[in-house]
């Protein structure tokens, strides 16, 4: 099922009920201001399992949160120094992830264990929807593109309907995103290392 919202200035009444649905384990598709994406409440296991089972992807490989501003960015990493913080607040909101230590709100089912400390991927979209809806929630909604993991991502919400609508509840058409994956930026060691060159232009 596509639901149309309006692509500045979506409608309350449909961030309603696009948020009763998640906060039932629901799994929709959604524009950010990159690329499709798929993504259900991040405190919900058993919709990130679906997520998962329907991308065919590797349990083990994290999937960032998406937030709606800095003050809950900030409850899911661990204390942020001022010099990484000024730079969050550049990037954000914008086409990056960020990659930060996982504080203990981040779901275990959520973070990544592969070094030292757990680390957790966020992003702050620049798209009205992506915030209006996370801020509504009051908490953080899954974020990774649309597509089965190793093929194309999926970049319209017909395209998305027609290929993976069977196993979503909804498909939100908030306008077409840019197309292109954000910029990765990893905030984990001494000094920001890009991971992955995107939307974003790196370095600042």
């Not at 089912?109 to 702050?124: F, M, T």
């Not at 994956?181 to 232009?201: C, M, N, Q, V």
């Amino acid at each position: 099922m596509i639901l149309t919202l309006h692509p500045e200035t979506p409608q309350v009444r449909h961030l309603e009920r696009i948020a009763e649905l998640l906060r039932k384990d629901g799994v929709i598709a959604y524009p950010t201001d990159t690329l499709f994406g798929l993504g259900c409440l991040a405190s919900r296991k058993k919709a990130v399992d679906r997520i998962r089972e329907l991308k065919r992807r590797d349990a083990k490989k994290p999937m960032s949160l998406l937030c709606a501003d800095m003050e809950m960015l900030c409850k899911y990493t661990r204390h942020l120094d001022t010099p990484t913080f000024r730079v969050l607040k550049h990037l954000f909101p914008g086409p990056y992830t960020a990659l930060l230590p996982a504080s203990r709100e981040v779901p275990n089912h959520l973070a990544s264990r592969g070094k030292l400390h757990a680390v957790v991927g966020l992003r702050i979209p620049d798209h009205a929807f992506c915030l209006e809806l996370t801020k509504l929630l009051g908490e953080p909604i899954i974020t990774t593109s649309a597509n089965l993991s190793g093929d194309p991502t999926l970049n319209t919400a017909w395209e998305i309907e027609e290929e993976l609508g069977h196993a979503l509840d909804m498909v939100i058409d908030c306008g077409e995103p840019l197309g292109e994956g954000s910029t990765i930026i990893d905030f984990t060691g001494d000094e920001p290392a890009l991971i992955r060159e995107g939307a974003g232009p790196w370095p600042i």
